[in-house]
Nanobody, 123 residues
Framework: QLQAFGGGLVQAGDSLKLSCAAP????????MGWFRQAPGKEREFVAA????????QYSDSVIGRFTIYIDNAKNAVYLQMNSLKPEDTAVYYC??????????????????WGQGTQVTVSS
């Protein structure tokens, strides 16, 4: 399954890069997504893109600060997070969606999930 890495404790304004790998598995025809869940809140969409490249989708709250990208050579998907804010604090999850025509921002579209990685942003 998917494995997410890279979380940690940072200060507001800092950057962090999350990684998601799938050892032994390919996601060539998938849409890969990042979601996050803060304490007491529902899991929410952050970003998504097709493994083959092309159009990227972001939530309004992270546009201009976060970038999702894929390294085919490493079979991994990344989430570069810049200008972090305390409200970005959450457990971040990566996920794979095998139906590109589905709603990329909906958790139910994703059948493959990794374990989360905690991101904490202090003010």
């Amino acid at each position: 399954q998917l494995q997410a890495f890279g979380g940690g404790l940072v200060q507001a304004g800092d950057s962090l890069k999350l990684s998601c790998a799938a050892p032994g598995r390919t996601f060539n025809n998938y849409v890969m997504g990042w979601f996050r869940q803060a304490p007491g809140k529902e899991r929410e969409f952050v970003a998504a893109m097709p493994w083959s490249g092309g159009f990227n989708q972001y939530s309004d709250s992270v546009i201009g600060r976060f970038t999702i990208y894929i390294d085919n050579a490493k079979n991994a998907v990344y989430l570069q997070m810049n200008s972090l804010k305390p409200e970005d604090t959450a457990v971040y999850y990566c996920a794979g969606n095998s139906y590109s025509d589905s709603d990329w921002a909906d958790t139910v579209s994703y059948g493959a999930w990794g374990q989360g990685t905690q991101v904490t942003v202090s003010s």
